[in-house]
C-alpha cells in the first residue's frame, strides 16, 4: 500500500470539512445567527428599517431577550466549577487530591472563569458552546502547561452522523479559520516559506440577517482583510484542524532493566567486600572442626583415616559453602538493582523492540490491547499540509456544552424561542409611538391654494396658533389618526411576561422590586423555583460536559505533566492571607543504593483515578438556601453554632471557630471546677457531721481547714477563670455580631441586585 502523501492529507482535510458544512450545518448557522443578532440588539434587517423610515414609522427596538439571557449566564457561571478525583486504589489517593489541586491550578492560569462564561453565552446566545483543552508548549519556558481555552462554535464543524451530545461518536471534528497569512507565519515559523505559497479562497460567508456594513456591525464574519506589521494588506486563507478518531494497537509490556556495567562493577566490589567477612566465618569454622577431629582421633574415638577423611570433607563442604555464597550474594545484589518497567507502546514500537534478542530476552510479560487516539490533521488553503500527530488520549479534546439538544450536531439556543416574541413587541411599540406622532403632528386636507403653506407647515403644531386661509375655499381640515386598538397595550404587556415564561426567568430574578417579595425567605424561595429550569439544563447538559471535561484534563495533563514538576498553587482558606501559596510536587524519584532510579512518589502518570464534577457548585442560590437551612438547623438545636459559623461569610471565620472552640473548653472547665467544689463542700458537711458525733471537734476544725483551703484555691482558680472567659467570650461577642451585620448587609444586597 502506497504512502499517502502529504497533499492528500491535506485535501482530505478539507474534504472533511466540506462534509460538514452542509445544507443542515448552513441552516442551523442562519437560525443561529439570527438569535445571536437579537440578543446583540441588531433586531431589524436592512429592508425591515428602509421599509419602516418610507412609512414615516420608528426604528427602534425594546431589547428583551439580553436582560434575559445576562441573567441566566449570570446563574450559572456564579462560581467557577470544581473537580474531585477520587484514588482507585489507596495508593493513588495522594495523587488523586494532586490531581484536583492541579486542575484548579490550570484553571486559574487560563483565566477558567472568563473563558467559561463566555463558552455559556455561547450556548444560550448560539445554542451550543465549546471548550478546548491544549498545550501550551512556550509556557513554563518550554516545559509547556496545559490551558482551557475558548472555540467560536460557528468555527466548528461536527460529523453530520453524531448523535451523543457530547459528540463523543463523531469520526470526526473540523475546526475552520480564515487567517491572514503574516499571522500563520507567526503562529508556525518553521513553515513560513511554505505558508507564503498556499493558495486557497477564504470564502467568507455571513449568515447574518443584517447589514454587514451597518455601523453597529462589529462581528468576525465581517472582518475579511488582514493587515501585516508593515499595515499592508495580506491575504486570507482558510485554515483547517481536523481531529479524528482511530483506534490503535498497543501492548502493556514489562521490561526487566538489568544493571549497566558501572553498576556491575559496584555490584562486584560491594559482594567481594561481604564475602571477605563470610570467608574469615568460614576459616575460623573449619579451623574448630579441624580441631575437634583431631581430638577425637588422640582420644582413640576415631581412627587416623576416618579424621583424614572427614578433614577433606570439611574442607569441601567450606569450598561449596563459599561458592553458594558468593553466587547468593550476587544474585540478591543483581535484582535488588534491577528493576521492571511497565510501558505502554504502540505496536510499531514493540516490534522493533522483540527484534532485537538482548531486549527480547529482557520483556517479562506483553498483553496486547486496542484503544482510541486522536490524530489532529493541519492544513491550510487548498492543499498545504503543515502537520500531524497523534495526541495521547482517546476522547476529543473539544468539549460541547449545547442548549436545547435536539439530537444532532445542531441544538438550540435559548434566545431562538424569543426571537418571534421580541419581534411582536418591538411591532407593537412602533405602532403604539407612530399613532402618537400621528396624533400629535396633525395632517391636513386642503384646497390647493387656500393656505400659505409655510405658514402652516411651521405653525401648524404650535399651540394657541392663528392658521389663516383665504376667503372663497374651505377651510382645512385635520386628518385624524385612527384610534390605536388597545389590544396593542395588551401586546406589550403580555408580551413581556411571555418572554419572561418562554426562558424560564421571572421578573424577580431580574432584580425588578416591585414584584420581589418582601421577605428574605421568600426571595430565596423565588430563585430556588425561578431556576428550576436552569437547574434542569445544569443537570442534564451543563454538568455532564463539565465531567467530560475533567476527564479530558485528566488525560492530557497526565500524558504530558511525565516529569518532577513543582506547583505553587494558590488556596486562600478562612483566616488565610489570599497572596499565601502551597507547593504540590509531582514525579519524585525514588532512588536505589546505587544512585538509580527505581521507582517514583507521587507518580502522576501512571496513578489511576476517577475525576467527578461537584454537583451544582456553579449555581449561587444553592449557597444562600443552604445558609437560610443551616439558620434554621442551628435555631431548632440540630446543630451548634461553630458548624452554623464554618458556612457563613464571615471574615476571619478560622480565627473566629478557634476561639469559639477554646471558650467550650474553657466553660467544660469551668463546669467540672463547680463540680469538684459541690463535691467538697459536700464533703465537709459529712466529715462535720461524723466528728461531731465521735466528739472530737478539734479534728473537724483542722480536717475542715484543709479542705476549705483546697475551696478557696478551687475559688480563686474560678473566679480567675471567669475573668477569662468573660473577655474572651466579650471580643467573640463584638466579632460574630459585626460578621453577621456584614452578612446581613451582603445577603440584603444580593437581594436588591
Known sequence: MARMTNKKRAQINKQLWDRANNSHRQRWQTLSQKGYDFYLDEQLTKDEIDNLEEAGMPTFTINRITPIIEIMKYFVTANDPRWKAVGVTGDDVDVAQVHSEISDYCWHLSNGKSVYSQVVLDSLTKGIGYFLIDVDRDADRGMGEVQFSRIDPYDVYVDPASRDFLFRDAAFISI???IAKGRLMNMFPDQAAKIKKAEGPAGTVSFSQRDTDAPTSFQPEDITMGITLEAEDDDILPYYETYAKKKFAYYNVYIRVVPSPAEMANIRQEVETLM???????????????????????????IPERGQLEIEKSQKMAGQALEEKQMQLMSEAQDAATIINQQVMSEKDFNLLSQSPEAKKNI??????????????????DDTFLYEYILPISEYPIVPVPYMYTGTPYPMSAVTPLVGKQQEINKAHQIMLHNANLASNLRWMYEEGSVPEEEWEQYSSAPGALLKYRSGFNPPTPVLPASINNAFYTITQEGKG???????????????????????????????????????????????????????????????????????????????????????????????????????????????????????ATMPVNRWALLEEYFRWFQAGLIDDIAMIAETDIRNKKQVIERKSMYSQMQSQLESMEEAVKDKEGTIETLERQLVQAGIKMKVGEASTEIRKDVLETEAQQKLLRGMLKTEFSKLKTEMKAGMEVAKAQSQESAEK
Open 176 to 178: 475552520r479559520k480564515n
Open 276 to 302: 571477605e567477612e563470610f570467608k574469615k566465618e568460614v576459616e575460623v569454622g573449619l579451623i574448630e572442626k579441624q580441631m575437634q577431629i583431631q581430638q577425637a582421633v588422640e582420644n582413640g574415638e576415631m
Open 364 to 381: 517479562v510479560d506483553a498483553v496486547k490491547f486496542h484503544e482510541n487516539r486522536i490524530i489532529l490533521t493541519c492544513s491550510i488553503g
Open 498 to 616: 411571555d418572554a419572561e415564561y418562554i426562558a424560564g426567568v421571572p421578573s424577580a430574578m431580574m432584580g425588578f422590586t416591585q414584584q420581589q417579595s418582601e421577605t428574605y425567605r421568600g426571595l430565596l424561595a423565588n430563585d430556588e423555583f425561578g431556576t428550576r429550569r436552569l437547574k434542569a439544563w445544569m443537570g442534564s447538559i451543563v454538568e455532564p460536559s463539565l465531567e467530560y471535561l475533567g476527564k479530558c484534563f485528566q488525560m492530557i495533563a497526565q500524558g504530558h505533566y511525565t516529569v518532577e514538576k513543582v506547583f505553587r498553587i494558590v488556596q486562600p482558606e478562612a483566616g488565610q492571607k489570599a497572596d499565601q501559596e502551597k507547593e504540590t510536587r509531582i514525579n519524585i524519584p525514588i532512588y536505589n543504593d546505587y544512585g538509580k532510579a527505581v521507582s517514583v512518589y507521587k507518580d502522576y502518570n501512571s496513578a489511576r483515578f476517577d475525576v467527578r464534577v461537584i454537583a451544582g
